[in-house]
């Protein structure tokens, strides 16, 4: 299959450039990892953070999931993959930073402004239900782009939601850790980041 074949082409391209000029630090991490943010991000193809922030392997623990969502704490129910890599990048890693990335053109945030009960939505209809009360709340202010309104509201929903776990509650108050939002504009190439007092994002200057 040519697309995978694309895949091990760029393989070939790492080994040849992208391994030999940095083997050291490779050599290093498989030693472990310290890496200071953790970044929560939407799995679309399109948004990659290692693209994004032109980030280098160790920098950032990455976390993706269907429009960068984060549960509010809870202790039982299912299988609890987003709060375990959380648990893990703040208890073991220690991070310092964690960013909340949305972006434009989700398709998550479109499926929650779509409501639910499609019939071959099994998994993602109870996933996107963290929007409900963010959507509802959206749709009662009618804006001329819910879309957009509902990709920024999503953002601040995970934060708040972040804030939920008592070890990221605890590190925060600590001034151990930091939590930032962030919004990706695809055709623009541009990141906004949140300003929580004010509840509003701004671009990120370039030269940042």
């Known amino acids: 299959m040519p697309?995978?074949?694309a895949l091990l082409r760029g393989y070939g391209r790492f080994r040849s450039s992208g391994y030999r000029d940095q083997h050291r630090r490779w050599e290093t991490l498989a030693e472990g990892q310290e890496p200071p943010?953790?970044?929560?991000?939407?799995?679309?193809?399109?948004?990659d953070p290692a693209t994004?922030?032109?980030?280098?392997?160790?920098?950032?623990?990455?976390l993706r999931n269907v429009a960068n969502l984060v549960p509010p704490f809870?202790?039982?129910?299912?299988?609890?993959?987003?709060?375990?890599?959380?648990?893990?990048?703040?208890?073991?890693?220690?991070?310092?930073?964690?960013?909340?990335?949305?972006?434009?053109?989700?398709?998550g945030i479109s499926a929650a402004l779509a409501g639910h009960g499609e019939p071959d939505r099994?998994?993602?209809?109870?996933?996107?239900?963290?929007l409900d009360s963010a959507r509802d709340?959206?749709?009662e202010q009618a804006p001329e782009d819910p879309q957009h309104a509902l990709e920024l509201?999503?953002?601040?929903?995970?934060?708040?939601?972040?804030?939920t776990f008592p070890f990221v509650a605890e590190r925060e108050a600590a001034g151990r850790l930091k939590l930032h939002g962030c919004w990706f504009a695809i055709a623009e190439g541009t990141l906004y980041e949140l300003d929580e007092k004010a509840g509003q994002f701004a671009p990120v200057p370039e030269a940042a």
């Open 37 to 47: 943010v953790m970044i929560i991000g939407c799995c679309d193809s399109r948004v």
């Open 122 to 130: 099994i998994f993602i209809d109870k996933w996107i239900g963290l």
């Open 153 to 163: 509201e999503g953002v601040k929903v995970s934060l708040d939601n972040l804030r």
């Open 137 to 139: 709340k959206v749709l």
């Open 74 to 107: 809870e202790q039982g129910g299912g299988l609890h993959g987003v709060s375990a890599a959380l648990e893990f990048a703040v208890t073991k890693l220690e991070v310092k930073h964690i960013v909340v990335m949305g972006h434009g053109a989700c398709g």
């Open 52 to 62: 994004i922030f032109d980030t280098v392997p160790g920098q950032a623990f990455i």
């Open 3 to 5: 697309e995978f074949a």
